[in-house]
């Protein structure tokens, strides 16, 4: 067991950074330049790029707390089957199933066949994204669990050669300047996603450590100098075209910005129906900012549509949440993976 501390720590941290993912797939269209295009672009191109790595150093921590423990990989497969796999079958048939409904609703509503104009779409392949695009995270995460004794037998021979060979793959193959989604060459960016990996290791290492070290005040402010410094030049990178560049810099954003993150959240306990809403607020903002761009405003050209989008995307999931918890426990605990 963890201390409360730390878990509430992990927790809080849990939903700052589903709220970072959030604000990471609203894509404002506006000007170059503008107040509401250098608020998109510093959550995108940096601070925003830590919330993912954080999800893995997380998973990786809480299955290599029980390594050693008898038939610990296979109860770990078993449970990621029902706490990843089942939800990400869920919501992936939802999202499929979301167009093909409103088209449905506008046959009705125009007197056609409820039928007509359906089309039936294409679930992807395994080197594809999924139709539900953030759930690519479920799916690599999940084949990280299904390799950990791999990972772990690694760690325990070299550790260090370890982290030296996944993080040199990482910078080296993880972004081109357009990933081939859908074919081989896609297989650093997904399934296996490098950077996912070196931060999953990150987590198995701390766990079999015991402890982590503490970084001093000045080094904390270092590496966010180094962080916010890489990540202007992403943003003047993306903003005229230098995309090989843009991608190629982007894993020296995420080590200062993860870093002061963990040391500015407290880790004092939030409300339980903030802090059980993260992985709902994950999944189901894809849904929200959809609608809300189909019916509400269908460009978000400004700062108002932006942060009432950012607004909804988060608080519609943890009400959704709520009121399913309400109806029926068994159900919300089937959907979000017993969150």
């Known amino acids: 067991m963890i201390d409360k501390t730390l878990s509430s720590k992990i927790s809080n941290m849990g939903v700052v950074c589903a709220m970072l993912v959030v604000l990471c797939h609203i894509f404002p269209k506006v000007k170059i330049g503008s107040f509401t295009w250098c608020i998109d ?36 497969v078993r449970t990621r089957l029902r706490t990843l796999i089942v939800p990400h079958l869920i919501w992936n048939f939802l999202w499929l199933l979301m167009p093909m409904a409103l088209v449905a609703s506008a046959n ?3 007197g056609r066949s409820v039928c007509s104009n359906i089309a039936i779409p294409s679930w992807g392949g395994l080197f594809a994204l999924p139709p539900l695009g953030p759930t690519w995270y479920i799916r690599t995460l999940f084949l990280f669990i299904v390799l950990s004794p791999l990972f772990v037998t690694m760690l325990k021979s070299n550790a260090n050669m370890t982290f030296a060979v996944s993080f040199l793959f990482y910078v080296m193959f ?14 650093p960016n997904t ?23 503490d970084v001093s005040l000045n080094l904390t402010i270092a590496a966010v100098a ?29 080590p200062g910005f993860l870093w002061a993150m963990w040391k500015i959240v407290p880790s004092n306990s939030w409300p339980k129906w903030i802090t059980s809403s993260a992985f709902a607020i994950y999944l189901i903002h894809p849904f929200v900012i959809f609608m809300f761009k189909k019916f509400a405003c269908h460009r978000i050209d400004g700062f108002l549509p932006y942060f009432a989008c950012a607004v909804l995307a988060i608080l519609s999931p943890i009400t959704v949440r709520c009121l399913l918890s309400a ?13």
């Open 327 to 339: 109806v029926s426990k068994r159900l919300t605990s089937v959907v979000f993976g017993g969150r």
């Open 191 to 213: 399934p296996l996603a490098l950077e996912g990996l070196v931060y999953f290791l990150y987590g198995i290492k701390l766990a079999m450590d015991g402890k982590s070290r």
């Open 41 to 76: 672009r510093f959550i995108n191109d940096g601070i925003g790029r830590t919330a993912v790595p954080y999800f893995f150093i997380v998973s990786g921590f809480f299955l290599a707390r029980h390594i050693g423990e008898k038939g610990w990989w296979k109860k770990a």
């Open 226 to 254: 180094v962080s916010v410094f890489f990540t202007v030049v992403r943003i003047y990178c993306k903003a005229n075209g230098h995309i090989f560049l843009y991608n190629h810099i982007r894993f020296l954003v995420i």
């Open 108 to 110: 009705l509503l125009r």
């Open 174 to 187: 993880y972004r081109s300047v357009a990933v081939p989604f859908g074919t081989w060459r896609a297989i």
